[in-house]
């Protein structure tokens, strides 16, 4: 297993992202037309997981500044949860108020509506710690959207199914989805990049590393692929300085995630917010 060793960065949603000439060395870039951190445009009309994904919008409480991520529908029996990062839904230890999730979103469009958040989820270790890279195996967050009228996915389609994988499994052929921010990326589009990853770390959920990919700030909390299922969530990357960037993603494996996921389908199933 690979053991993280270099310096790890928060993909700071609210950061403004700077990129020297070439992140990711053109060898290690898999995407076909990939930029310099290994991302294309995702092209139009968005199906599929595509049409799954969009941003999820948020303000802090203290600085009172606008934060924006990357969500997915996830397939629940309420039909109304969206995966991210823990992070983006608690930044900087604050829980953001006024989220809301915008699937497909499309340069400034939300072709299928605007979802206020009703409910959100993240391990406890989230709310009651300070951030440290420990806490990284555990950048997991879901959130549940109002029910009023036709659910979620009612509209986006069945949302993608979770797949769990053990700590320390190789994934090859990934797909990243998200919405870069900052030089370089002046509109927000959705875009991909396509992904090897090898474990990280040897301890907790497990903790994927990819080389090929080097997220950019606003990336976070974006649909990790495998095989048409989802695997994981973009969670931080290494500094946009670096010459030979990485991303890091967190992994849905273990009982951490399925409690997680099961304490919330629940509460969204025996109430009807909204």
């Known amino acids: 297993m690979l053991r993280l060793v270099l310096s790890l960065v928060l993909l700071d949603p609210a950061a403004v992202a700077e990129m020297s000439q070439r992140n990711i060395p053109v060898s290690r870039?898999?995407?076909?037309?990939?930029?310099?951190?290994?991302?294309?445009?995702?092209?139009?009309?968005?199906?599929?997981?595509?049409r799954l994904t969009g941003v999820l919008v948020g303000r802090d409480p203290v600085t009172r500044k606008d934060v924006m991520c990357g969500g997915t529908v996830i397939g629940s029996r309420s039909r109304s949860l969206v995966l991210t990062a823990a992070h983006c839904?608690?930044?900087?230890?604050?829980?953001?108020?006024?989220?809301?999730?915008?699937?497909?979103?499309?340069?400034?469009?939300?072709?299928?509506?605007?979802w206020p958040v009703v409910r959100t989820w993240?391990?406890?270790?989230?709310?009651?710690?300070?951030?440290?890279?420990?806490?990284?195996?555990?950048?997991?967050?879901l959130v549940g959207v109002v029910r009023r009228g036709p659910r979620l996915e009612d509209v986006t389609g069945r949302g993608l199914r979770p797949i769990p994988t053990a700590r320390g499994t190789e994934l090859r052929g990934l797909e990243l989805l998200g919405y870069p921010a900052g030089k370089g990326y002046p509109q927000?589009?959705?875009?991909?990049?396509?992904?090897?990853?090898?474990?990280?770390?040897?301890?907790?959920?497990?903790?994927?590393?990819?080389?090929?990919?080097?997220?950019?700030?606003g990336g976070s909390g974006g649909p990790v692929l495998y095989g048409g299922?989802?695997?994981?969530?973009?969670?931080?990357?290494?500094?946009?300085?670096?010459?030979?960037?990485?991303?890091?993603?967190?992994?849905l494996g273990g009982r951490p995630f399925e409690q997680l996921f099961a304490r919330a389908d629940r509460a969204m199933r025996i109430k009807r917010p909204g």
Not at 29 to 50: F, K, S
Not at 231 to 242: F, N, Q, T, W
């Open 89 to 114: 839904i608690y930044h900087h230890g604050r829980l953001l108020e006024h989220l809301a999730f915008l699937p497909g979103f499309d340069q400034g469009r939300a072709r299928l509506g605007m």
């Open 229 to 251: 299922a989802i695997a994981g969530v973009v969670s931080s990357s290494s500094p946009l300085r670096d010459a030979r960037g990485y991303t890091v993603m967190a992994r």
């Open 188 to 217: 927000l589009r959705l875009y991909r990049c396509l992904a090897d990853a090898v474990e990280a770390v040897s301890r907790g959920p497990g903790l994927m590393v990819t080389h090929n990919c080097h997220a950019a700030a």
């Open 122 to 141: 993240v391990p406890s270790r989230w709310r009651n710690r300070p951030y440290s890279p420990e806490l990284l195996p555990y950048d997991v967050g």
């Open 29 to 50: 870039v898999l995407t076909p037309h990939g930029d310099r951190l290994g991302y294309a445009p995702v092209p139009r009309p968005y199906t599929g997981a595509r």
